[in-house]
C-alpha cells in the first residue's frame, strides 16, 4: 500500500539533547512537509522542500533543521535549540506542491521532554 | 483577525442530528478551501475540498460564501463515528501547499 511512514510513535528528549524524526513516503511525490500541532492549536509548518536537495524554512523553523537527499525521504531534527519541543509532529507530502493538491500525512510523532 | 478562525466547540449533538460549522477566512484572494477531519491523536485526512458552487458528499455539504469570506460543512444524521476534530485548511490563489493555512479546527461529539 502506498503511503507515508512516521517513526517512531513516540519519543523522550534530554535536555541538550538532538533527536530525530523519520519520515518516508513511498507515493512518488515531489513535495514534503513537517507541522507542528500544540493543544488547541492549528498546524504551523516548520519545513517543506518541493524537490529533491532541496527546502525551505516555513513559520516557525528556529530549532529545526532537515534534509531532503532522498525523494522518498525528509526526516527532521529537532536540535538543543528548540527551547519548547514538546508536541505532537506530523509530516504530510503532496504530488507536485500546487496549492490545491490534497495532502497527505504520517500517523505523526509525539515528542516529550525528560 | 486571524487568517482562519472555527469555532472551537466542543459541539455536542445526539446521534441523527444536523450540525453545522463555519470558518471564516480572511484573505480576499484564498482561493482553495478544504475541510480536514482529524480524530484524536491520529493525522488529518482530507474530508472534501470546497467548490464555489457547494458540493455534497452523502452526508457532508460543504459551502462557500465568498462574498461574506466564510467556508462551511453541513453534516447530516451524524453518527458516533462522525465524532471528530474538523479542521478548515485555505490557501491564496495560485499559491502553493507550503502556504495552507489550518484553523485550529472545531471539536465534534456526537452522543448516543
Known amino acids: 500500500d502506498g503511503g507515508i511512514t512516521q517513526s517512531p510513535k513516540y519519543l523522550f528528549r534530554k535536555e541538550g539533547q538532538n533527536v530525530t524524526l523519520s519520515c518516508e513516503q513511498n507515493l512518488n511525490h515531489d513535495a514534503m512537509y513537517w507541522y507542528r500541532q500544540d493543544p488547541g492549536q492549528g498546524l504551523r509548518l516548520i519545513y517543506y522542500?518541493?524537490?529533491?536537495?532541496?527546502?525551505q524554512k516555513g513559520d516557525i523553523a528556529e530549532g529545526y533543521s532537515v534534509s531532503r537527499e532522498k525523494k522518498e525521504s525528509f526526516p527532521l531534527t529537532v536540535t538543543s535549540a528548540q527551547k519548547n519541543p514538546t508536541a505532537f509532529y506530523l509530516c504530510a507530502s503532496s504530488d507536485t506542491g500546487q496549492g490545491n493538491e490534497k495532502l497527505f500525512f504520517g500517523s505523526g510523532t509525539q515528542l516529550s521532554v525528560l | 483577525r486571524k487568517e482562519v478562525e472555527q469555532d472551537p466547540g466542543p459541539f455536542n449533538v445526539p446521534e441523527g442530528a444536523t450540525v453545522a460549522f463555519n470558518c471564516t477566512y480572511s484573505?480576499?484572494?484564498?482561493?482553495?478551501f478544504f475541510w480536514y477531519r482529524q480524530d484524536c491523536r491520529k493525522e488529518p485526512k482530507l474530508l472534501m475540498s470546497v467548490y464555489s458552487s457547494g458540493n455534497e458528499d452523502g452526508r457532508f455539504t460543504a459551502q462557500l460564501n465568498r462574498a461574506s469570506q466564510y467556508i462551511s460543512l453541513l453534516i447530516r444524521d451524524s453518527k458516533l463515528s462522525d465524532s471528530a476534530t474538523y479542521l478548515c485548511v485555505v490557501t491564496p490563489s495560485g499559491a502553493g501547499s507550503y502556504q495552507l493555512t489550518f484553523g485550529k479546527g472545531t471539536k465534534l461529539s456526537v452522543i448516543p
Open positions: 484573505n480576499s484572494a484564498s482561493q482553495s
Open positions: 522542500s518541493q524537490i529533491v536537495n532541496d527546502f
